[in-house]
C-alpha cells in the first residue's frame, strides 16, 4: 500500500511540473520570433527537460505497482 501511495504522490508532481513546463512552453511559442531568437539556446533546454519529465512520467506509471498482490486468505471467501 505505501508504494502505491508513494508512486501516487510521485507521479502527481511530475503532472505538476510537467504542466507548468507545457504552459511555460506554450507562452513562449506567443512571443514574437525575434525576441525568441534571443532566449534560443534556454527553449532548446526548455524542450529537452520537458521531454525528459514526460519519459520519467511514462516510465513510473509503468514501473510502479498499482495493484498489491493479495493474500491467499484475503481472495478465500468468508462464510
Known amino acids: 500500500m505505501a508504494s502505491r501511495i508513494y508512486c501516487s504522490n510521485i507521479a ?3 503532472e505538476f511540473w510537467s ?3 507545457h ?3 506554450n507562452k513562449i511559442d506567443r512571443v ?3 525576441d525568441k531568437y ?3 539556446p534556454h527553449i532548446e533546454e526548455l524542450h529537452i527537460m520537458m ?3 514526460d519519459d520519467r512520467l511514462c516510465d513510473l506509471m509503468t514501473s510502479c505497482p498499482t495493484v498489491e498482490s493479495f ?3 484475503d481472495i ?3 462464510v
Open 71 to 73: 493474500k491467499e486468505e
Open 32 to 34: 514574437p520570433s525575434l
Open 19 to 21: 504542466d507548468r513546463l
Open 76 to 78: 478465500r471467501p468468508t
Open 38 to 40: 534571443k532566449l534560443l
Open 23 to 25: 504552459e511555460l512552453s
Open 12 to 14: 502527481e508532481e511530475l
Open 51 to 53: 521531454t525528459e519529465m
